[in-house]
């Protein structure tokens, strides 16, 4: 009976080898799924500071979608590394430039904004190897400086005036970027020694010496952001078609406020291509003439005329949009109709929005939304309207956001909900 023991017990210990075995494949093959998942299938990052920019998040915005019965999407652009969607045409401008020639490597990029265009171009210009020159009005608020100085800018701050004075900001800054390819001009006939013609630098043909704030030897560009089409084909080729993307093609309206013109101008022509039924407004702040231009066909009376201004025209406190003339980009615009909002509106609506949606939104972000609501009611309930939000409120704190100056001028906000456009 021995051998039937022994054989037992050979059996039972290959049993009990089998289950260790399976018990530590078993376990062998979890881990190893495990440390699979934890693995990047992919390279994820982005190629540097203007990687990052653009492809921002389109999100429902609760608050006004639940009371128009609309869905009302907002395009996060104060999420971009500059902190608004100007980054996109800072991009564009310099790209363009320094691949045409217009910019030389290392030279300087000078502009006149009101603030958010030129904050763009002080951080993304560095990621080129150029600076950046700014002027810029100095009732804008005074955190812009602030930012823009302590990204390297220069800042030059000078009275708002109008267009047609030869110190309005954007003719100082077109004047600078002259100086400064003056300079460089200048700066290549001292080092010639065979006295050959001199080449044009940045497409410009030194005629004597010049002083200048601007101090550049390799030359400077005026980045001209009314005027200049990058601004357009930014938004035409990157915020239009995200739209689109984002939405699925499902969008039955855009509305946005205009300064230069870019971005309402960019997104419309581009969505109304994909779709010709989408509908797209403006929404204009007070002092502005393009709501009469599109409505009326008529942007100003005789004695309005830009021309006959000496003074800033504007009669509003949101920063960065509202103008009286037509620009080349906002020509590019395909517009449905357009909205009149008002400074109170705006003011009320960022308080609305921070208190229910945890947006905390700049002047012309508030205005854009109020032009959300304002087709959702032109258009009813069902439909899909998509805005910009600007950027953030964090460049507004000493005026937009204060209640003392804000109560100087009578905006205090007081509504509980949407009752100042009418909504229940």
């Not at 609760?62 to 902190?83: I, M, Q, R």
């Not at 812009?144 to 047609?164: D, F, M, N, Y």
């Not at 969505?271 to 407004?281: A, R, T, W």
């Amino acid at each position: 009976m021995a051998p039937v023991r022994s054989t037992g017990a050979i059996v039972a210990a290959v049993s009990v080898s089998m289950a260790l075995l399976s018990l530590f494949l078993y376990k062998s093959k979890l881990s190893s799924k495990k440390t699979k998942l934890t693995l990047p299938s992919k390279k994820n990052h982005t190629n540097g500071l203007v990687g990052a920019i653009g492809n921002t998040p389109l999100i429902r915005i609760n608050s006004l979608s639940d009371a128009t019965g609309c869905e009302v999407l907002g395009k996060c652009e104060f999420l971009n590394p500059g902190g608004s969607v100007k980054d996109r045409v800072a991009v564009k401008i310099i790209e363009e430039a320094l691949e045409s020639g217009d910019l030389a490597p290392g030279g300087v990029v000078t502009e006149g904004s009101a603030g958010s265009t030129a904050i763009s171009l002080a951080t993304v210009a560095p990621a080129y190897g150029c600076k950046c020159h700014v002027v810029i009005p100095d009732d804008a608020a005074i955190e812009k400086s602030q930012i823009l100085e302590a990204l390297g800018a220069t800042v030059e701050r000078v009275r708002p005036v109008s267009i047609t004075h030869r110190d309005h900001f954007v003719n100082v800054a077109r004047r600078r970027a002259t100086e400064a390819n003056e300079l460089a001009m200048k700066h290549r006939k001292d080092e010639q020694m065979n006295g050959q013609a001199l080449e044009q630098t940045n497409g410009f043909q030194c005629d004597g010496e010049k002083q200048s704030v601007v101090s550049s030897y390799t030359g400077g560009f005026f980045a001209d952001q009314f005027e200049n089409m990058a601004n357009f084909r930014a938004h035409y080729e990157g915020t239009g078609p995200e739209i689109w993307e984002q939405t699925g093609g499902n969008v039955d309206a855009f509305v946005a406020a205009a300064g230069t013109g870019g971005t309402v101008a960019g997104v419309s022509r581009f969505l109304q291509e994909k779709k010709s039924n989408v509908k797209c407004f403006l929404i204009d702040p007070p002092g502005s003439g393009l709501y009469n231009k599109v409505t009326r066909g008529v942007m100003y009376t005789r004695e309005e005329a830009e021309g006959r201004r000496l003074k800033n025209p504007f009669d509003t406190i949101t920063e960065g949009i509202g103008i009286n003339r037509i620009t080349k980009n906002f020509m590019m615009a395909k517009l449905d109709g357009a909205f009149r909002g008002t400074d109170k509106e705006a003011v009320e609506m960022s308080r609305f929005l921070m208190k229910n949606d945890g947006l905390f939104l700049g002047s012309s972000s508030a205005m854009n939304c109020v032009g959300a609501v304002r087709a959702a009611q032109a258009l009813g309930p069902g439909h899909t309207i998509v805005t910009i939000l600007c950027d953030s409120g964090m460049r507004h704190l000493s005026k937009f956001f204060s209640a003392e100056y804000l109560f100087q001028y009578g905006l205090t906000p007081s509504a509980s909900g949407l009752e100042f456009l009418g909504v229940g």
